[in-house]
């Protein structure tokens, strides 16, 4: 059964860096799909971060992380990773990788991680 794993997830202050990863099943699983991070706050509803292509040539991002996050993949290795720049406290959240088609809305993605918690204090 197809596995994804969320880590990297910490505490950093305001303006610092956080590299979270996303390990999947395996090399014939993972390179199937595209992939996503969303993110669910406190209070919140879960939203989008950004998406990945298949092969790692195109990626996309929400416009209040645009700029600051970098998405990457590493399909040889069944890994996925999220570079976070410049972090805010607002970039507060449960962090959740996610595999499937190349979108923006969850109903795009088929299999979710089980999220990593990301706190930036002020």
Known sequence: QAQLVESGGRLVQAGGSLRLSCAGSG????SRYAFGWFRQAPGKEREFV???SWGGE???YAD????RFTISRDNANSKMYLQ?????PEDTAVYYCAAGGY??????FVYW????QVTVSK
Not at 27 to 30: A, N, S
Not at 64 to 67: E, H, Q
Not at 84 to 88: A, H, T, V
């Open 58 to 60: 195109s990626e996309y």
């Open 113 to 116: 991680g089980r999220g990593t």
């Open 84 to 88: 976070m720049d410049n972090l805010k």
């Open 50 to 52: 950004g998406a990945i």
């Open 27 to 30: 090399p014939t699983f993972f």
């Open 64 to 67: 209040s992380v645009k700029g």
């Open 103 to 108: 979108g923006s809305s969850e109903e795009a």
